[in-house]
């Protein structure tokens, strides 16, 4: 038997949905607290988070608020909200929440009196870090570095992570440029002062429709998920390429979707040659594993190996953006991990479930001077402690594992169920439990999405059509069972 933390335990059980009866041993975290199910006491939202919505509205916009949370008794793979509903969360912060609510390794993280004084005296790490930081970046970042990116600049979050790594990109392409001198001529120097070329280059990132890269401004620049993210902001003259949307159940449509991959790859390769035509040369393409925000897209290992080798071709840089599909969530600690890719990607982007921001990146992405890719933080030590310690408890009760044991039975339930109510729901896909299905309009999915709150459970949405899972790493097949059951049930109340 595994050996396990306080309240945990493994244990045999008859999974019972439809479709899923093999007898399998399964490891459970029994956290200790949690609720066995889903308890809805009041109306959804209730009285007290009305209330607080009103008071908070106040003070600014608060129209994306949707519930106040008791994070007191909030536990494990269940949010309490300000009225005492108790909520399956499937959707875990925007899937920032890697090993449940108020997991006891995290609550005790700060009763070590030098890990208390890393959090109290935040530091300016690009000018002032402890004496422990290197080695707290070797021993925790780095001992889940993806393999062959070996450095690492840490950032606050997923929009500053993209934002410092296209500066990365930029700096290693006018580099480049030079021959691989380091050194500015004044002309370069003085005409940055007034945003003009030669020191404010002429230069652009190539992202994807539907993509989703942050909010900040060179960020907003490549994300095309939602015009409400854009509307009113300068945007850079960035270009943008087709990713791919698949037919489902993609064992069913194979032909149709490699032309997809190949359609779109063709158009990448266009654009960068394209931009680099009209002055405005492609330094770096950035990509998520599987689209988030812009509803959940996902590509085949074939057509990221197609990808890189076009950047390789045009001298361009690949950035990987797993700020959403990194630590876990798909079965393997980086999503781009599924796609066999030959080399290492260029740079990879994390955030989230990572619990501070920041990219890894290989050695010819390292700025030659300092200040380049530079704010005062830098990130914060405290959020290294808190993610060593999430790191010890993936490993310890080998959570990889659960996530794949558990994304079957979602998975499996999930097609079942669009079997029953074709007329509902469709394309389930994803992996692990980074999982998602779509709904047959916009307002259908959101009534499901809605609906879902009073069975007990929080989801969320993307795109135009889609509900997406973003559970925790903790999340077991009992938990599974218990989301299949409360969505079954909404389905049929349509």
């Keep these: 038997m595994l050996r396990a933390?306080?309240?945990?335990?493994?244990?045999?059980?008859?999974?019972?949905?439809?479709?899923?009866?093999?007898?399998?041993?399964?490891?459970?975290?029994?956290?200790?607290?949690?609720?066995?199910?889903?308890?809805?006491?009041?109306?959804?939202?209730?009285?007290?988070?009305?209330?607080?919505?009103?008071?908070?509205?106040?003070?600014?916009?608060?129209?994306?608020?949707?519930?106040?949370?008791?994070?007191?008794?909030?536990?494990?793979?269940?949010?309490?909200?300000?009225?005492?509903?108790?909520f399956l969360d499937s959707f875990t912060q925007i899937s920032s929440v890697p090993i449940g609510y108020n997991h006891p390794e995290l609550l005790n993280a700060f009763q070590d009196a030098h890990n208390l004084k890393a959090l109290v005296n935040r530091p300016a790490l690009g000018v002032f870090p402890s004496m422990d930081w290197p080695d707290r970046l070797k021993n925790v970042l780095m001992s889940v570095a993806p393999a062959g990116v070996g450095n690492v600049a840490t950032m606050m979050c997923g929009s500053c992570s993209n934002e410092n790594a296209y500066k990365c990109v930029f700096i290693w392409y006018r580099t480049k440029e030079?021959?691989?001198?380091?050194?500015?001529?004044?002309?370069?120097?003085?005409?940055?002062?007034?945003?003009?070329?030669?020191?404010?280059?002429?230069?652009?990132?190539?992202?994807?429709?539907?993509?989703?890269?942050?909010?900040?401004?060179?960020?907003?620049?490549?994300?095309?998920?939602?015009?409400?993210?854009?509307?009113?902001?300068?945007?850079?003259?960035?270009?943008?390429?087709?990713?791919?949307?698949?037919?489902?159940?993609?064992?069913?449509?194979?032909?149709?979707?490699?032309?997809?991959?190949?359609?779109?790859?063709?158009?990448?390769?266009?654009?960068?040659?394209?931009?680099?035509?009209?002055?405005?040369?492609?330094?770096?393409?950035?990509?998520?594993?599987?689209?988030?925000?812009?509803?959940?897209?996902?590509?085949?290992?074939?057509?990221?190996?197609?990808?890189?080798?076009?950047?390789?071709?045009?001298?361009?840089?690949?950035?990987?953006?797993?700020?959403?599909?990194?630590?876990?969530?798909?079965?393997?600690?980086?999503?781009?991990?599924?796609?066999?890719?030959?080399?290492?990607p260029d740079l990879v982007t994390f955030s989230k479930k990572m619990l501070t921001g920041g990219f890894y990146f290989t050695p010819e992405f390292k700025p030659p001077h300092a200040y380049r890719v530079f704010n005062t933080w830098m990130g914060d030590p405290g959020k290294l402690i808190l993610l060593e310690k999430v790191l010890k408890v993936i490993k310890n009760e080998n959570l990889l594992?659960?996530?794949?044991?558990?994304?079957?039975?979602?998975k499996d339930g999930l097609h079942q169920l669009e079997k029953e109510f074709p007329n509902i729901i469709n394309s389930v896909r994803g992996r692990g439990t980074f999982l998602a299905f779509n709904a047959v309009s916009t307002e259908v999915r959101d009534k499901i999405n809605n609906n879902l709150r009073p069975n007990g459970i929080l989801g969320g949405v993307c795109g135009d059509h889609a509900i997406r899972l973003r559970p925790a790493l903790v999340f077991q097949p009992k938990h599974a069972e218990i989301y299949l059951d409360a969505l079954r049930k909404t389905l049929k109340e349509l």
Excluded at 19 to 47: D, F, H, M, R, Y
Excluded at 298 to 306: D, I, L, N, R, T
Excluded at 401 to 410: E, Q
Aim: charged residues 20%; proline residues 8%; contains cysteine.
């Design 5 to 86: 933390h306080q309240g945990i335990g493994v244990f045999y059980k008859k999974l019972t949905f439809p479709g899923v009866t093999k007898l399998q041993c399964q490891l459970s975290t029994a956290i200790s607290g949690e609720p066995s199910k889903p308890s809805i006491k009041t109306s959804v939202p209730g009285p007290k988070t009305k209330q607080l919505y009103q008071e908070l509205n106040s003070l600014q916009q608060a129209g994306s608020v949707q519930l106040f949370a008791d994070y007191d008794k909030s536990i494990g793979n269940y949010f309490v909200d300000a009225d005492g509903n108790e």
């Design 178 to 344: 030079r021959g691989g001198k380091v050194d500015f001529t004044p002309e370069e120097m003085n005409s940055c002062m007034i945003n003009q070329p030669p020191g404010s280059p002429n230069l652009s990132i190539l992202s994807f429709q539907g993509s989703f890269h942050g909010r900040t401004f060179g960020a907003l620049s490549t994300t095309r998920s939602k015009p409400i993210h854009k509307l009113d902001c300068p945007s850079f003259d960035w270009p943008v390429a087709p990713f791919p949307r698949y037919k489902y159940p993609l064992d069913q449509h194979q032909r149709e979707n490699k032309k997809e991959d190949e359609k779109c790859l063709e158009q990448v390769a266009d654009a960068i040659e394209a931009y680099k035509k009209k002055g405005n040369p492609v330094a770096g393409v950035i990509v998520e594993p599987i689209q988030s925000e812009g509803g959940d897209h996902e590509a085949s290992p074939e057509f990221f190996q197609g990808l890189q080798k076009i950047c390789k071709k045009n001298g361009v840089a690949l950035i990987i953006d797993e700020v959403q599909t990194g630590c876990g969530p798909t079965g393997k600690m980086w999503c781009h991990e599924h796609f066999q890719l030959p080399s290492p």
């Design 401 to 410: 594992t659960v996530v794949n044991k558990s994304g079957k039975v979602l």
